[in-house]
Nanobody, 123 residues
Framework: QVQLVESGGGLVQAGGSLRLSCSAS????????MGWFRQAPGMDREFVAT???????AYADSVKGRFTIDRENWANTVYLHMNSRRAEETAVYYC?????????????????WGQGTPVTVSS
């Protein structure tokens, strides 16, 4: 497994921008499919975006055009750039890793998870 630590969460106004980071350690990073998920209060964990080792990307329809996922393999880091619109996007955001590839969107497909970083979107 790979150890994942998220950072960069906090308070952002609707229409503002925020960048989340996920730092990986413990195993080879380039072999992992990386994903971002979020879980709002009282809701199920929701897929946000995923990025392959060769930088192939897939987004949830709810965030496409507003969020951007990126990775820097040399730094063992994955980013999520957020352009927030709604207070309903307030959630704990998690990064996750799957040993393999294939644009996976189900939380159960990922073996390794970070502890999450809270994001609060205010009106």
């Amino acid at each position: 497994q790979v150890q994942l630590v998220e950072s960069g969460g906090g308070l952002v106004q609707a229409g503002g921008s925020l960048r989340l980071s996920c730092s990986a350690s413990g195993r080879t990073f380039n072999n992992y499919l990386m994903g971002w998920f979020r879980q709002a209060p009282g809701m199920d964990r929701e897929f946000v975006a995923t990025i392959r080792w060769n930088f192939g990307i897939a987004y949830a329809d709810s965030v496409k055009g507003r969020f951007t996922i990126d990775r820097e393999n040399w730094a063992n880091t994955v980013y999520l750039h957020m352009n927030s619109r709604r207070a309903e996007e307030t959630a704990v955001y998690y990064c996750a890793a799957h040993l393999g590839d294939g644009y996976l969107e189900g939380p159960g497909e990922y073996q390794c998870w970070g502890q999450g970083t809270p994001v609060t979107v205010s009106s």
